[in-house]
C-alpha cells in the first residue's frame, strides 16, 4: 500500500471512532438497563399480586346490587348512553348520579353484554392499575418501603368488596382518577409555572370531578392536597389557597348536585343527633382501624352498634382520638409529621361515610369494608413506613433477611385471606349464607337469601329463610309476600293465599302481594281474579313487565286473544330480554293468524 493510501486510510480512522461512540450513546449503560428491568419486575411483581388473588371472582356470577346495572335499559340499549348522563332516573334504585360508571358498563354491554367473567376482569384490571398508582404516589412522597406499601394495599382483604363485587365499580373508578388527580397535583406543585406545571394542574382538576361523577366519597381530595402540603413543609401558607380553592368548589358542587339528586330519589332523616353523629363516628374510625391491622372476621354487614350521649364507652372512642392527634402532634419533633399526616388523611378521607351525612348504607350498617378503599393509604404508609425504617436500624445479615421473610409471610396471609373472601362473592346464595353467618340480624339479608334460593329452586331452604325475614320485620309486606309466593311453589296454596292476604292488609298495593296472588289465583285457573288483580299491580306499576305477561296469559284463558295479544307485547317491549313473554306472545299471535284464514 502508498504512503499516500495509507495516510488516507489513517486519516478516516478518527471519523469512525466518534460514529462509534455515538451509537453507543444511544444505548443505555449497564446500571441504567439494570435499574429499568428492576422497576419493570417489580411493577409486574405488584400487578401479579393485584390479580392474583383475585382469581375466585372471575368465575363468579351477579349478586345483590349487581341487579341495578344488569336490568337497567339505559345500560342494554344503543342509546341509552345519552340517557344515563341526561335521564339518570331511568337506572331505577341508583339513588345517585355517578355515570361514569353506568358509562362503563354500558361499554362493556356492548363488548360482550352481559357475561359477569367480563365485568370481574375490569374490576381485576381497575385494581391492579389502582396498586401501580398507589405505588408511584407512595415514591413520589417519599414514603419508606413504597413497593411494600402497594403490595399490602393489592392484597388487603378489605378491598375484597370493592374488587370482587361488579357494582362496586365505583370504588375502583373513583379511585384510579382520584389517584391519578392527586400525582398530576405532585407534578403541578414540582413545576408550578405555566407551561407544563399548568397542564398538570388542569389534569388533576379534571380528573377530580371526572372521580366525582364516579364516586362521591373522593370530594376529600382537596383536603388531602393541603395535609400533604402541611406534611411537606410544615406549614400551610396563603399562597397555597388560591391553587386549591377550585378543587374545593368543584367538590362542594358536584357532592351538593349529587346529594340533591339523591333526597329526590330516596328520602331520607335518620334523626340522629350532633352528639351521636361524634359518637358514631369516633367508634366506625377505630372499627376501620382493627380490621385493617387485622382483617379477621369479615362480615360484609356489621351489625349496629348502640350509642348515646350517656355512654363512657363511646366517649372513650373520642378520648382515644384525641389523645392520638395530640400525642402525634408532639411528638412530630422526634417523629417526624408523617404519622399524623397519615393519621390525618385516613380519618378525613372516611369522613363523609362515617355518619355525619345520611346516607343510605347506615340503614343496615355504621360501616363497611369497601368505604376504606382510599382511607386505608394513609395508615398503610404510616405501618409499613415505620416497619421499614425500623428494619434499617437493624444490622445488615440475618436480621434483615428476617425481616424481609416476615414482611413476605405477611404478605402471603393477605393475599390467601383476600383469595378466600373473594369467593363468597360466588353467588348470592354463598354471599348471604356467610352475611347470615357472622349477623343473623343483618337487615334484608335472609330476604335477599331466600330471593336467592328461589332463583336456584330451593324452595324449601327459601322459604325457611323468608320466614325468619317475616319475623324480624312482621309489619313488611315484601316478606309476607315471599313467604306466600314459596308456598305457591311447593303447592301449599290454601297457606299461601292466607299469607298474601296478610301482606294485602298490610298494605293493599303492594306490587309484591298483588303479583303472587295473581300468581296464585291463575294457578287455581281463576282467570278472572287474576285478571283483576294484574290490573291493580299495572295501575301502580305500569312498567312491570311480568303484571303486562300475567294479564296477557289470563285474557288468553279467558277466551280473549286479541286483548292477551296486546298485553303480551307491551310485555315484550318493556323487557325483550324474556323469552318467555316471546314464546307466549308468538303461540298467541299463531293462534290469531290461524284464525284470520
Not at 80 to 103: F, K, N, Q
Not at 122 to 151: F, I, K
Amino acid at each position: 500500500m502508498s504512503r499516500r493510501k495509507q495516510g488516507r486510510e489513517r486519516g478516516r480512522q478518527p471519523s469512525r471512532k466518534p460514529a462509534k461512540r455515538a451509537a453507543s450513546a444511544s444505548l443505555p449503560s449497564a446500571p441504567e438497563f439494570r435499574f429499568a428491568r428492576r422497576e419493570t419486575l417489580a411493577a409486574l411483581a405488584l400487578a401479579a399480586l393485584a390479580v392474583g388473588c383475585y382469581l375466585p371472582a372471575l368465575s363468579a356470577g351477579f349478586v345483590w346490587d349487581d341487579r341495578i346495572f344488569a336490568r337497567a335499559l339505559a345500560v342494554r340499549d344503543w342509546d341509552g348512553l345519552w340517557r344515563i348522563w341526561l335521564s339518570p332516573s331511568e337506572i331505577e334504585d341508583e339513588g345517585h348520579y355517578w355515570p361514569l360508571v353506568y358509562t362503563s358498563f354500558w361499554l362493556e354491554h356492548k363488548l360482550w353484554g352481559f357475561a359477569p367473567a367480563g365485568h370481574h376482569a375490569v374490576n381485576v384490571l381497575l385494581h391492579a392499575a389502582n396498586t401501580l398508582l398507589v405505588r408511584r404516589l407512595a415514591e413520589r412522597l417519599a414514603v419508606p418501603g413504597a413497593w411494600l406499601v402497594a403490595a399490602v394495599f393489592a392484597v388487603h382483604p378489605l378491598h375484597v368488596e370493592s374488587v370482587a363485587w361488579i357494582i362496586e365499580r365505583k370504588d375502583l373508578l373513583s379511585g384510579l382518577c382520584y389517584l391519578g388527580a392527586f400525582l398530576a397535583w405532585l407534578r403541578f406543585t414540582d413545576e408550578p409555572q405555566a407551561g407544563r406545571g399548568g397542564r398538570h394542574y388542569v389534569l388533576a382538576l379534571a380528573l377530580f370531578a371526572a372521580g366525582m361523577l364516579c364516586k362521591s366519597i373522593v370530594v376529600t381530595l382537596p383536603a388531602a392536597f393541603v395535609i400533604v402540603s402541611w406534611w411537606k413543609r410544615g406549614r400551610v401558607t396563603g399562597s397555597d389557597l388560591p391553587w386549591v380553592a377550585p378543587f374545593f368548589v368543584v367538590g362542594a358542587v358536584m357532592a351538593a348536585a349529587d346529594l340533591s339528586f339523591y333526597d329526590v330519589r330516596e328520602p331520607l332523616s335518620l334523626g340522629y343527633t350532633a352528639v351521636e353523629r361524634l359518637l358514631i363516628a369516633a367508634h366506625a374510625l377505630w372499627f376501620y382501624v382493627g380490621k385493617l391491622v387485622w382483617p379477621g372476621g369479615l362480615a360484609v354487614i356489621y351489625p349496629h352498634w348502640e350509642t348515646g350521649a350517656g355512654d363512657p364507652e363511646a366517649w372513650g372512642y373520642v378520648a382515644a382520638w384525641v389523645a392520638v392527634v395530640v400525642a402525634l402532634w408532639f411528638l412530630r419533633g422526634r417523629v417526624g409529621r408523617g404519622p399524623l399526616a397519615g393519621v390525618l388523611f385516613f380519618a378525613v378521607t372516611l369522613s363523609p361515610v362515617l355518619g355525619f351525612v345520611d346516607y343510605g348504607y347506615m340503614q343496615f350498617s355504621f360501616v363497611a369494608d369497601r368505604h376504606q378503599y382510599l382511607a386505608g393509604m394513609g395508615l398503610m404508609a404510616v405501618l409499613v413506613g415505620a416497619a421499614v425504617r425500623g428494619v434499617e436500624r437493624l444490622p445488615a445479615g440475618v436480621w434483615r433477611r428476617c425481616a424481609a421473610g416476615a414482611a413476605a409471610a405477611a404478605l402471603a396471609v393477605l393475599a390467601v385471606l383476600t383469595w378466600r373472601h373473594a369467593g363468597i362473592y360466588h353467588d348470592g346464595v354463598t354471599l348471604f349464607t356467610h352475611v347470615v353467618a357472622h349477623n343473623p340480624e343483618a337487615r334484608f339479608a335472609h330476604r335477599n337469601l331466600g330471593e336467592a334460593l328461589t332463583a336456584e329452586g330451593r324452595w324449601d331452604e327459601a322459604l325457611t329463610a323468608f320466614r325468619v325475614a317475616a319475623e324480624q320485620a312482621p309489619d313488611d309486606d315484601r316478606d309476607h309476600s315471599n313467604v306466600g309466593a314459596a308456598l305457591v311453589m311447593l303447592g301449599r296454596l290454601d297457606e299461601a293465599e292466607e299469607r298474601l292476604r296478610a301482606a294485602l292488609s298490610l298494605d293493599p298495593k303492594s306490587t309484591y302481594a298483588l303479583q303472587n296472588m295473581a300468581a296464585l289465583a291463575a294457578k287455581r285457573e281463576r282467570y278472572g281474579e287474576a285478571l283483576d288483580l294484574y290490573r291493580r299491580l299495572i295501575e301502580v306499576n305500569p312498567r312491570n313487565p311480568s303484571a303486562h305477561h300475567g294479564m296477557g296469559t289470563a285474557l288468553y284463558f279467558l277466551g280473549r286473544p286479541a286483548e292477551a295479544l296486546k298485553a303480551l307485547e307491551r310485555a315484550l317491549a318493556l323487557d325483550p330480554t324474556r323469552d318467555d313473554i316471546r314464546t307466549n306472545r308468538d303461540e298467541v299471535l299463531a293462534i290469531l293468524e290461524r284464525r284470520a284464514r
